[in-house]
């Protein structure tokens, strides 16, 4: 039975429709490290596509990077905007690369799905943590940990 358990259904509701239809019926147990891989990789691409972030810029971001903005006074609301380090031209005081980069003075403006994309990842890491740390989008089966994989 061990090596077969068999479908383990989860008792979330499936909320994601493909048209009219859900997406499928019921998300398994054994499939979710597999999605939060996938929606890492997702998240990624979108804030790539619609920020003009470098890589190594969304590989850095964290959870509370992007802040509703408060209102103005007006009532107004301003736009999101995204904090992370940058590292392109990053120099000490004597002209030497800092590899670890520094938090970029000007954010990146973030329109809405780049925001929606934070958002769902910031319910899956601690905060403060990195939003696409491996630490919480990869899990690995007992077996995985034992043998060194």
Known sequence: MASNPGPCPLSVPVRATLGDRPWRAALDFHEVPGLMRHLGT?????????????????????SGCCPDP????????????????????????????????????????????????????EQMVPDGELLLSAAHHVRQSRGALQSGA
């Open 70 to 121: 408060e209102p103005a006074a007006d009532g107004t609301v301003g736009h999101h905007l995204v904090r992370s380090r940058h590292f392109k031209n990053v120099t000490d005081t004597d002209g030497h690369h800092i590899s670890a980069g520094e938090i970029r003075a000007v954010p990146w403006v973030a329109i809405q799905p780049v925001v929606h994309a934070v958002r769902v990842l």
């Open 42 to 62: 997702a998240v990624a691409i979108v804030c790539l596509y619609l920020t003009g972030m470098r890589p190594q810029e969304v590989q850095n971001l964290r």
